[in-house]
């Protein structure tokens, strides 16, 4: 099976910084795009940020220019660098990987368990 973890999330001041990982495992064999999303209570989970296996990057216009996400490919893992964190980052945040699995032929995505971010003074 694969599994994605992430890790890094707590409790933040406004204009603080947190940095989250998202850890796959398991019987892979490669992963293409990866990518952060995030949900506030009562909104949708929405796009933060995706990277692809070639490290070409996208972000939503609300976190440009403050969040940063990379990956170490060796690690099968992603990175999420949040600085200048605002109130309005509070929220559950996800990772996905677009994972194709050892003996597979089709390229499937899996979810992280999702980390709770908050920031608040």
């Known amino acids: 099976q694969v599994q994605l973890v992430e890790s890094g999330g707590g409790l933040v001041q406004p204009g603080g910084s947190l940095r989250l990982s998202c850890a796959a495992s398991?019987?892979?064999?490669?992963?293409?795009?990866m990518g952060w999303y995030r949900q506030a209570p009562g909104k949708q989970r929405e796009l933060v940020a995706t990277i692809t296996s070639g490290t070409s990057t996208n972000y939503a216009d609300s976190v440009k220019g403050r969040f940063t996400i990379s990956r170490d490919n060796a690690k099968n893992t992603a990175y999420l660098q949040m600085n200048s964190l605002k109130t309005e980052d509070t929220a559950v945040y996800y990772c996905?990987?677009?994972?194709?699995?050892?003996?597979?032929?089709?390229?499937?995505?899996?979810w992280g368990q999702g980390t709770q971010v908050t920031v608040s003074s």
């Open positions: 398991g019987m892979i064999a490669s992963i293409n795009a």
């Open positions: 996905n990987a677009m994972i194709r699995k050892v003996f597979a032929t089709g390229t499937y995505g899996y």
